[in-house]
């Protein structure tokens, strides 16, 4: 469980579920492992997993921007001046400059979270400990928060800025919030809303895009089936300054890289592709889902906002082709954003 996620930064690799770095923080009954760091990309990509615990302390970041994305439990988030209760699927962004924090409140609550810069990562393991315990978290850690720990990390340079005596907003169990934003802003994104789009058979629903984040990164959840083949247009994608990480959450896919061999991605696993290589990713189970973390560069929500906008519909609602027009606009957005399609 302690195995250095530093790999190079040109070349793919896969981070299997439970495996790799896997760090916790003294009392916190949670465990944090490393899916992605600056070792490999401009992102960071955490998963933690916990049991419930008091609020982390209110704070803010000077450039770090935090996003939370539950994959199974409950979640406190606060941003600023505004409080949500996140389930599954449901998302929260807080750029720089923002008050937050978050507190887990179920049994067995795991989340996705991609930080930016890759860097403050940093920050965990120098608070933090490998973690050798036995399942997936600690779950009876009664020590204390490090804090001298984290007094050293701050005195160190570390992107964290505590606010002393801040008082946390009342949060909302029950809201809504369907549109993700053109700009930096503070939001919260409710699952099975916001935007949604389906091309040569797949289906992408943005999270945020690299115009939310002034083109640093985004997220997106691709949704495809075996049953239903990718199209040839999306069979080969190559984004010369764009790297990517696909973490499933549901099913298998296979992702292909130019000039080697295919790799199935399971459930919980998370696969990295380097800019500029070619890639495609096709659905091995009947109903296939993963999330697609995109650093420093357009998303694959620039290529899929070309299709059929089916908002409010899920995978198979829309069995278009790849016409003429479709074909069109992805011409348009290679010319733009100078990616590559192959299959044009």
Known sequence: MADSL???ANEP?????????????AGTNSSIQFLLDESSAPIAILRSRGNPGDPVAPHFHKQAIDTWLVVQGKLKVWGGEEGRVLSAGDF?????????????????????????PAEWVNFMRAIGEVYTGKGPFPSNDTRHFPVPKFIQ???DGHDV?????HKLPEVQ?????SSVPSKMESYFLKAHTGPRYSLGNQTLAPLCTAATTDGKFSVGLLEGSSSMPVAQELSKLQFPKTCFMFTVIGGEWEI???????KTVKTGDSYYVPPNMAFGAQAKSGFSRAYVFGG???????IFAAGTDITGKILGSDDSPVDDKIKAKLREVVQKEGIQIHGL
Do not use: C, M, N
């Open 92 to 116: 929260a962004f807080v750029p720089p400059g923002v008050i937050h924090s978050y507190q887990v409140i179920e049994p067995h609550t795991e989340f996705l979270g991609l930080i930016h």
């Open 256 to 262: 292909t890289i130019e000039g080697q061999d295919a």
């Open 13 to 25: 690799f896969l981070v299997e579920s439970d495996e790799g770095e896997i760090w916790t923080i």
């Open 153 to 155: 990390a701050i005195k």
């Open 161 to 165: 800025i505590p606010v002393r005596d």
């Open 296 to 302: 420093e560069g357009p998303g694959l929500d620039v």
């Open 173 to 177: 169990y029950e809201w809504s919030g």
């Open 6 to 8: 530093r790999k190079a």
